[in-house]
C-alpha cells in the first residue's frame, strides 16, 4: 500500500519528455512508481488534469536574507522551488553573529529596502 497516489495529472517528469497522463505514488516521502499506477493508498488525491512535476531548482537566487524573516520560503514553494543556490555574486549573508549584523546592514542598505529589518 501506498501512503499517497495522485491520479490523473498531467506528468511532467523533468526528462525533457513530453507531459502524459498519468498517476504518481508516494511512499515514506518518496515518489516510487510513476504512469499508470495500480493499488491503493491511505490518501488518493484525484487531479483533473493539474501538473504533477518534481520540483524546481533555483539555480541563481538572492534570497539569502529572505531566509532570515521568512524561514519557510512560502513564495517559493507556492511556484515549486524547492531548492535555492544562495551566496551568488560574492555574498554569502550566512553565518551571520550578532557583532556583524550592523555591518551587514550598511553594506546591504542600498539593496534591501527595508534597514530595520529583524535578522534571527
Same mark, same amino acid.
Given at each position: 500500500?501506498?501512503?499517497?497516489?495522485?491520479?490523473?495529472?498531467?506528468?511532467?517528469?523533468? &526528462?525533457?519528455?513530453?507531459?502524459?497522463? /498519468? =498517476?504518481?505514488?508516494?511512499?515514506?516521502?518518496?515518489? #516510487?512508481? #510513476?504512469?499508470?499506477?495500480?493499488?491503493?493508498?491511505?490518501?488518493?488525491?484525484?487531479?483533473?488534469?493539474?501538473? #504533477?512535476?518534481? /520540483?524546481?531548482? =533555483? &539555480?541563481?537566487?538572492?534570497?539569502?536574507?529572505?531566509?532570515?524573516?521568512?524561514?519557510?520560503?512560502?513564495?517559493?514553494?507556492?511556484?515549486?522551488? &524547492? &531548492?535555492?543556490?544562495?551566496?551568488? =555574486?560574492?555574498?554569502?549573508?550566512?553565518?551571520?553573529?550578532?557583532? =556583524?549584523?550592523?555591518?551587514?546592514?550598511?553594506?546591504?542598505?542600498?539593496?534591501?529596502?527595508?534597514?530595520?529589518?529583524?535578522?534571527?
Amino acid at each position: 500500500m501506498f501512503d499517497c497516489i495522485f491520479r490523473g495529472g498531467r506528468v511532467m517528469d523533468g &526528462t525533457g519528455n513530453p507531459w502524459f497522463h /498519468g =498517476d504518481v505514488a508516494v511512499k515514506d516521502g518518496l515518489i #516510487v512508481e #510513476v504512469g499508470r499506477v495500480e493499488g491503493d493508498a491511505e490518501t488518493v488525491i484525484k487531479l483533473r488534469g493539474e501538473v #504533477v512535476a518534481p /520540483g524546481f531548482i =533555483d &539555480t541563481h537566487s538572492h534570497s539569502d536574507l529572505l531566509l532570515f524573516t521568512e524561514p519557510q520560503a512560502e513564495a517559493k514553494i507556492m511556484q515549486g522551488v &524547492t &531548492t535555492e543556490i544562495v551566496g551568488q =555574486d560574492g555574498l554569502g549573508e550566512a553565518p551571520i553573529t550578532e557583532e =556583524d549584523v550592523a555591518e551587514w546592514r550598511r553594506y546591504l542598505s542600498g539593496l534591501n529596502g527595508d534597514p530595520d529589518i529583524e535578522w534571527t
